[in-house]
């Protein structure tokens, strides 16, 4: 636990009073208070203050201002320390608490991992305006990865905390190039710019004034990847695949799972009979409440999960990391014929004769299981039940999607299946259509 003790230079009657923090056993931070001097002969290092017994009447009023002093300081930068990343206290960061308590009519200029560092320090505490929630400890871990990224680049720049003034465009050029350079995609990237003017807009407007970050000169980034879906044959396909290995049988059957509840990755461990109902209709439905979202949902139990379900006696096993199913499931896919080959748009991160990493657009042509993931599963269920004709509003009501734009981005119909499936409602709205598209042929 951290500990502040104030110790005396050496030189002089009147030394200088120094500040030192102990973060830990091995790890000690200090400097000196300009411009507070104490009096060597009175003070008292186990009290941390003078002794103010048989004092000069005279000297008495001063060295009871000191200590007065002293305490302030030391209550006031404790409080921060509590509420900041250890990793971010140095001694430039303890000079600027000492010169905010001691001189607050001069205003500190705002920096910006001190900004970042009391952004999550009272993230907990905060509710949400537009779903009037506290912040999700998913939400927090978030800003603390970005935090993480811009510790890296100062670091990796050789700077220190820097001022929001200086959080321009050339910043923004710079950090965005480093972020690619540690192979971040181009969403992952947008993700921390945002959060990033998150931050910087929660600051007072005076200190936001000035902060070219926060302008349309430094746009979050983000592209509408351009991903695949397999669709109900594919799926079919996949569950009808033979394979021998015990975590190919299990990666395919959480896939088939997801591909047909809609469920996102991170509910799958909900997809049990405690959470099965049974609705008025006599149809088996999962109610849940989606860990990302908080969203009450409850889904149809359709037959091809169903299936699955029972082969697990309704308790599917525990899910594992994304970052093993997607190698597995792509496997599973390549065995079941899920082989076509495909060419996806995506932007691809160039670096330039400057150094600065910029996105680029290319075309990706591959076998359709190498694109295969997780979250090809959701982007699956909502494609296929939009290709069967199933009204926008009933589909995100599964999903949990509180916009049409933001489901919009599910749906992978091309531009053919499109026209197919207005074709055939339209033709099966209207009994004479098939009659009148005759006559207009002929």
Request: aromatic letters at 6%; hydrophobic letters at 40%.
């Given at each position: 636990?951290?500990?502040?003790?104030?110790?005396?230079?050496?030189?002089?009657?009147?030394?200088?009073?120094?500040?030192?923090?102990?973060?830990?056993?091995?790890?000690?931070?200090?400097?000196?208070?300009?411009?507070?001097?104490?009096?060597?002969?009175?003070?008292?290092?186990?009290?941390?203050?003078?002794?103010?017994?048989?004092?000069?009447?005279?000297?008495?009023?001063e060295?009871?201002?000191?200590?007065?002093?002293?305490?302030?300081?030391?209550?006031?930068?404790?409080?921060?320390?509590?509420s900041?990343d250890?990793?971010?206290?140095?001694?430039?960061?303890?000079?600027?608490?000492i010169?905010?308590?001691?001189?607050?009519?001069?205003?500190?200029?705002?920096?910006?991992?001190?900004?970042?560092?009391?952004?999550?320090?009272t993230?907990?505490?905060?509710?949400?305006?537009?779903?009037?929630?506290p912040?999700?400890?998913?939400?927090?871990?978030?800003?603390?990865?970005?935090?993480?990224?811009?510790?890296?680049?100062?670091?990796?720049?050789?700077?220190?905390?820097?001022?929001?003034?200086?959080?321009?465009?050339?910043?923004?050029?710079?950090?965005?190039?480093?972020?690619?350079?540690?192979?971040?995609?181009?969403?992952?990237?947008?993700?921390?710019?945002?959060?990033?003017?998150?931050v910087?807009?929660?600051?007072?407007?005076?200190?936001?004034?000035?902060?070219?970050?926060?302008?349309?000169?430094?746009?979050?980034?983000?592209?509408?990847?351009?991903?695949?879906?397999?669709?109900?044959?594919?799926?079919?396909?996949?569950?009808?695949?033979?394979l021998?290995?015990?975590?190919l049988?299990?990666?395919r059957?959480?896939?088939?799972?997801?591909?047909?509840?809609?469920?996102?990755?991170?509910?799958?461990?909900?997809?049990?009979?405690?959470?099965?109902?049974?609705?008025?209709?006599?149809?088996?439905?999962?109610?849940?409440?989606?860990?990302?979202?908080?969203?009450?949902?409850?889904?149809?139990?359709l037959?091809?999960?169903?299936?699955?379900?029972?082969?697990?006696?309704?308790?599917?096993?525990?899910?594992?990391?994304s970052?093993?199913?997607?190698?597995?499931?792509?496997?599973?896919?390549?065995?079941?014929?899920?082989?076509?080959?495909?060419?996806?748009?995506?932007?691809?991160?160039?670096?330039?004769?400057?150094?600065v990493?910029?996105?680029?657009?290319?075309?990706?042509?591959?076998?359709?299981?190498?694109f295969?993931?997780?979250?090809?599963?959701?982007?699956?269920?909502?494609?296929?039940?939009?290709?069967?004709?199933?009204?926008?509003?009933?589909?995100?009501?599964?999903?949990?999607?509180?916009?049409?734009?933001?489901?919009?981005?599910?749906?992978?119909?091309?531009?053919?299946?499109?026209?197919?499936?207005?074709?055939?409602?339209?033709?099966?709205?209207?009994?004479?259509?098939?009659?009148?598209?005759?006559?207009?042929?002929?």
């Amino acid at each position: 636990m951290a500990a502040l003790r104030f110790l005396l230079a050496k030189n002089g009657d009147r030394p200088a009073v120094i500040v030192r923090i102990n973060l830990d056993k091995n790890t000690k931070v200090q400097a000196t208070v300009a411009g507070l001097f104490a009096f060597r002969k009175l003070w008292n290092p186990n009290k941390q203050k003078h002794n103010t017994k048989n004092v000069h009447p005279m000297v008495l009023p001063e060295v009871i201002e000191i200590d007065k002093t002293l305490a302030t300081l030391s209550a006031a930068i404790m409080a921060r320390v509590a509420s900041v990343d250890p990793a971010n206290i140095d001694r430039r960061w303890l000079l600027a608490e000492i010169n905010a308590v001691l001189h607050p009519d001069k205003r500190r200029e705002p920096m910006l991992l001190a900004c970042v560092d009391e952004f999550i320090s009272t993230a907990g505490t905060r509710i949400q305006p537009n779903t009037g929630k506290p912040v999700s400890a998913k939400t927090i871990s978030q800003y603390n990865q970005t935090r993480r990224h811009i510790r890296a680049y100062l670091s990796a720049s050789k700077t220190g905390d820097i001022a929001l003034a200086k959080i321009d465009r050339h910043f923004y050029d710079r950090f965005v190039s480093y972020l690619y350079g540690q192979g971040l995609k181009p969403n992952t990237v947008g993700k921390h710019v945002k959060n990033i003017k998150v931050v910087l807009h929660s600051l007072p407007a005076e200190e936001q004034m000035g902060c070219e970050f926060i302008s349309g000169k430094c746009k979050r980034i983000a592209e509408r990847v351009d991903n695949v879906y397999l669709n109900e044959a594919e799926l079919a396909k996949l569950a009808d695949a033979e394979l021998e290995e015990a975590n190919l049988r299990k990666a395919r059957d959480m896939f088939l799972l997801l591909a047909w509840t809609g469920c996102r990755y991170s509910d799958l461990n909900k997809l049990t009979r405690d959470h099965v109902a049974v609705l008025d209709d006599g149809n088996k439905y999962f109610r849940l409440s989606q860990q990302k979202t908080g969203s009450r949902v409850t889904i149809p139990i359709l037959p091809a999960a169903e299936a699955v379900l029972q082969r697990y006696d309704w308790m599917p096993p525990a899910p594992i990391s994304s970052q093993k199913f997607n190698p597995l499931i792509r496997e599973a896919c390549r065995r079941a014929g899920i082989d076509d080959v495909v060419t996806i748009t995506r932007s691809e991160p160039v670096t330039d004769v400057r150094g600065v990493t910029r996105l680029e657009t290319v075309q990706v042509t591959r076998p359709k299981c190498e694109f295969v993931s997780a979250h090809t599963a959701r982007r699956s269920f909502a494609t296929n039940m939009y290709r069967r004709g199933m009204p926008t509003i009933t589909i995100m009501a599964i999903t949990g999607h509180k916009t049409e734009q933001a489901f919009m981005l599910y749906i992978k119909a091309t531009e053919d299946e499109h026209a197919e499936q207005m074709m055939r409602l339209f033709l099966a709205s209207s009994p004479s259509a098939g009659d009148h598209h005759t006559d207009h042929v002929k």
